[in-house]
């Protein structure tokens, strides 16, 4: 038996499956919230609240191309880590199994990147809890295909060569044919020992391809982990999840571009941590508003400029971490 696993640029709320599954993390954000909202415009946050292990399946009511959505309860975002991805991806299909055992087709959408974990490790993640419940035959019988649906194009793209590197492809797409045996992916179960880099920078349109391109691609060719976290985006006690992430990483990239007060915070802290610090900055002629002597510091004319730069000082702190 094989089952077909992609990755598709689409809208979620427009995208023909037989089940939507979406996480509930003890709150509604992004996709989950703009699915939640259609299917019950007045009162979604009191029909649809399901408690960590335990889920909600219900009719879309043609509010949707998706018949039916699958909600799973999970940790709040201070807790969905890349080891909860992986199980959040197993016990759907699990629950699939039970309840809807003749689904062929399913999707998702992508979990962790949205508020600052690792693109790479949380997409894999994901997909290793896919290819865990394979292992143990708790899917649905009929089950053929599973897609990954990403509305962000050129995230879409990086994920579908992400899976072109780790499955087994034919013509038609990425494929498991390793149906009963183990995942061989490591991502989300031994993710809490790989060195991460913690980036400081503002959440803001013009900043995100300095993050995806100029950051996030060196800090990952380097063989680490790249996070930061989505003020706008998380909730809970958003300084506790910050404060423990710059307590374990290897390194904290802050980008001081704009003079941007949390991100002065930040480096503050990592200071304060004793954690190592590489500070970025825009050549624009801004100058910087403390005292940096004797900090590493990347001055960068252009996103590409820093690539090159981050990777060579990279190499020289890491080298192939």
Not at 25 to 44: K, M, S, W
Not at 139 to 155: H, K, Y
Not at 210 to 222: C, E, H, K, M, T
Not at 250 to 260: E, M, R
Request: one cysteine or more.
């Amino acid at each position: 038996m094989t089952y077909r696993i992609l990755v598709e640029n689409a809208e979620i709320t427009g995208f023909h499956c037989d089940v939507l599954v979406l996480k509930y993390a003890q709150g509604f954000h992004g996709a989950d919230r703009r699915v939640a909202n259609l299917i019950y415009p007045e009162d979604a946050h009191l029909r649809i609240r399901p408690r960590p292990n335990d889920y909600t399946l219900l009719p879309s009511n043609q509010k949707l191309a998706a018949p039916r959505v699958l909600f799973v309860g999970v940790p709040s975002l201070s807790e969905f880590d890349y080891e909860q991805i992986r199980m959040f991806s197993k016990r759907s299909l699990e629950i699939l199994s039970r309840e809807l055992p003749q689904t062929t087709h399913v999707a998702m959408t992508i979990h962790g990147v949205g508020y600052g974990l690792d693109e790479r490790e949380s997409f894999l993640a994901q997909i290793a809890g896919v290819l865990d419940a394979f292992q143990r035959w708790l899917v649905p019988t009929g089950l053929q295909r599973i897609t990954f649906v990403e509305r962000d194009a050129e995230r879409a793209a990086r994920l579908k060569t992400l899976l072109d590197e780790n499955l087994s492809t034919s013509e038609e797409g990425p494929l498991t044919t390793q149906i009963g045996s183990p995942s061989t992916l490591s991502a989300g179960k031994d993710s809490y020992k790989k060195p991460h880099v913690f980036v400081a920078m503002p959440f803001s349109k013009e900043m995100g391809d300095v993050y995806r391109f100029g950051i996030q691609g060196p800090v990952n060719a380097s063989g680490l982990l790249c996070e930061r976290v989505d003020m706008a985006t998380f909730t809970g006690d958003i300084l506790t999840r910050v404060r423990s992430r710059i307590e374990t990483a290897s390194l904290v990239i802050a980008d001081l571009t704009g003079a941007n007060p949390n991100v002065f915070l930040e480096v503050g802290y990592a200071w304060g941590k004793d954690r190592s610090t590489l500070l970025l900055i825009k050549a624009t002629g801004e100058e910087l508003k403390f005292d940096v002597r004797g900090q590493r510091i990347i001055t960068y004319e252009s996103i590409s400029d820093l690539e090159d730069k981050l990777l060579a000082d990279l190499a020289s702190l890491f080298g192939n971490a």
